[in-house]
């Protein structure tokens, strides 16, 4: 018996010892990213700026100094900024302050939404601190500055995340991360570019789907910047409060940038975010040498894509980009495609982009672009904006409304079009790229400068009118599905068959029907679901995949 007691003891003690070693295992890996990851602002000689204070002139228009913010009758919200990097981002973060907060708001609930524990959203921060340990070093002062600026106006809600800097900062990566970390599931830009005698009167024209989705807030909330900074080049982009990135923009010398995800692999730590590498373009090149030569110098941790058109060389090029490799595709010819993989030499044979042109709805996309643009004869803005509105298939089939392998996935952020030589820019209005598209002169919008009444900046002379789509019954009966989705997620009670009446086409409101039913315990009608999606045209291989497993899972509830 004493020694079954020795026994005992010994193998308790042994227990303690390994807790003990893990609790302090963690402890250590706790006070190590608290000391890595811990960002500390960049620091600023002249701070007389944080003293400024915005004016609101009339209901909705403010200035401060010879900036100014407002919103116009189209819904979009309009900001004009100058100076120096620390001031133009206390003066950006002064005057769209109700945007900076609104939009942390938004992307921390959809965090909520994704992970609603709060153990596991305490280990992503975790995971997110490790991350970006490396993140502020290969950002720039000039950017470090302007973001410290902005973060000044930020909520202080969140400081039990981190502080206000050292958030926005890491905001700036967030695309990077999810890009990384769902490699399974990018978003599905699309962009094209035309020029010489595939246009019309010749000149260059650029349009391209801003496929990133966090909520209706956040795509309501956009915001057409226009930048007249100390140094580089003046330059507009559709951005959001507290983000000084780029993902679509125009200079002043007629230089677009474009971003488009591609297949990446799981990165170690962060490097330059995609978004302040393409911002940097933009305030700094004029052509597209020195575009690649901006491109060449910035490490990344994800797999890009650069739309660049330019209106000095007139024409475009992409330059894809690795966290290892750079290549540059030229078509040499007047047109040009781009979705989410690869088409250059150096590239186009990796094992991840022939995976991505196997797997995802990239290669369809891009067939389907393709399609339209030779059936199209030479292109204008308005063939543009109708190609960035397509929501069908390859040889128009239908295959239902929001499919990643339209065009028009119903997702889009932001839809733009550039006509570079002319420096014009239209951007799209709600609901998604539907909506009216309006018109920006970049020569008349900087010439406004310190504008000090509010009036609208638009050339309606050039607006491009509403989707005739959104008259349509179709349209009616997606809003309709959509929000049975939404009640679904939400933890409601809803008719599954509506689903799929409502968009009778897509999978994925086959799936959806699938898996509610399946949760209620009917397992029978759930399979039903699931095997009517995979009669349908199924986005990725993936998906395809997971539609096979949950009828497995299907047959074996029923026996």
């Known amino acids: 018996?004493?020694?079954?007691?020795?026994?005992?003891?010994?193998?308790?003690?042994?227990?303690?010892?390994?807790?003990?070693?893990?609790?302090?295992?963690?402890?250590?890996?706790?006070?190590?990213?608290?000391?890595?990851?811990?960002?500390?602002?960049?620091?600023?000689?002249?701070?007389?700026?944080?003293?400024?204070?915005?004016?609101?002139?009339?209901?909705?228009?403010?200035?401060?100094?010879?900036?100014?913010?407002?919103?116009?009758?189209?819904?979009?919200?309009?900001?004009?900024?100058?100076?120096?990097?620390?001031?133009?981002?206390v003066i950006n973060g002064k005057l769209t302050k109700e945007l900076v907060v609104r939009q942390e708001d938004y992307f921390t609930g959809q965090i909520a939404k994704m992970v609603p524990s709060k153990f596991y959203r305490t280990l992503l921060t975790y995971f997110v601190g490790w991350f970006n340990r490396d993140l502020a070093k290969n950002v720039t002062e000039e950017d470090k500055k302007e973001i410290y600026g902005i973060s000044m106006s930020a909520s202080t809600k969140y400081d039990y995340i981190a502080s206000n800097y050292q958030r926005l900062l890491n905001y700036h990566g967030a695309h990077d991360i999810g890009h990384a970390l769902q490699g399974m599931a990018l978003v599905g830009c699309t962009s094209f570019g035309t020029w010489g005698s595939r246009s019309v009167d010749s000149t260059m024209i650029i349009g391209r789907n801003f496929d990133f989705y966090v909520n209706d807030g956040f795509a309501r909330d956009?915001?057409?910047?226009?930048?007249?900074?100390?140094?580089?080049?003046?330059?507009?982009?559709?951005?959001?409060?507290?983000?000084?990135?780029a993902v679509s923009g125009m200079n002043e010398e007629g230089l677009t940038v474009t971003i488009n995800a591609a297949k990446s692999n799981i990165p170690t730590s962060a490097a330059t975010p995609v978004s302040l590498v393409a911002r940097e373009i933009l305030q700094y090149a004029k052509n597209i040498d020195e575009a690649i030569g901006i491109a060449k110098k910035r490490k990344m941790f994800v797999s890009e894509s650069f739309l660049i058109g330019s209106a000095n060389d007139k024409k475009a090029v992409i330059i894809e980009k690795t966290p290892t490799t750079i290549d540059v595709y030229d078509p040499h010819t007047n047109f040009i495609t781009c979705t989410n993989h690869f088409q250059g030499d150096v590239l186009v044979h990796s094992k991840e982009n022939i995976d991505q042109m196997n797997t995802s709805a990239s290669l369809y996309r891009y067939d389907h672009l393709m399609d339209m643009l030779s059936k199209n004869g030479k292109n204008t803005v308005q063939k543009t904006v109708d190609i960035l509105r397509d929501t069908r298939g390859l040889n128009n089939e239908n295959i239902g409304i929001g499919n990643e392998k339209s065009i028009n996935q119903f997702i889009a952020q932001h839809s733009i079009v550039f006509e570079p030589q002319k420096l014009k820019?239209?951007?799209?209005?709600?609901?998604?790229?539907?909506?009216?598209?309006?018109?920006?002169?970049?020569?008349?919008?900087?010439?406004l400068r310190g504008m000090k009444k509010n009036q609208e900046i638009i050339d309606s002379t050039y607006t491009i009118a509403p989707d005739t789509f959104l008259k349509t019954r179709t349209y009616q009966n997606f809003i309709a599905y959509r929000n049975i989705a939404k009640r679904i997620n939400s933890g409601g009670t809803v008719d599954p068959d509506s689903l799929v009446i409502d968009n009778p086409n897509y999978y994925n409101a086959c799936v959806l029907a699938g898996d509610y039913t399946f949760g209620r315990q009917e397992y029978a009608k759930a399979r039903n679901f699931y095997e009517q999606a995979l009669t349908k045209v199924i986005a990725t291989k993936q998906e395809e995949n997971a539609i096979k497993q949950k009828i497995v899972k299907c047959n074996k509830k029923t026996g």
């Not at 913010?69 to 900024?81: A, C, I, M, N």
Request: glycine share 10%.
């Open 1 to 89: 018996m004493p020694e079954k007691r020795g026994l005992i003891k010994k193998l308790l003690k042994g227990v303690l010892y390994t807790l003990s070693g893990f609790v302090t295992l963690i402890l250590i890996l706790v006070i190590y990213l608290l000391c890595v990851a811990v960002e500390h602002p960049p620091k600023i000689q002249d701070t007389s700026s944080e003293k400024l204070q915005r004016t609101e002139v009339s209901p909705g228009f403010y200035t401060l100094k010879g900036n100014w913010f407002r919103k116009s009758k189209s819904g979009l919200y309009e900001l004009y900024v100058e100076g120096q990097p620390f001031e133009r981002g």
């Open 222 to 245: 956009k915001i057409v910047a226009f930048y007249a900074p100390t140094d580089g080049y003046k330059f507009m982009t559709v951005t959001w409060g507290g983000f000084i990135g």
């Open 425 to 447: 820019v239209w951007v799209s209005t709600a609901p998604w790229q539907c909506g009216q598209f309006v018109c920006y002169d970049l020569k008349k919008v900087f010439a």
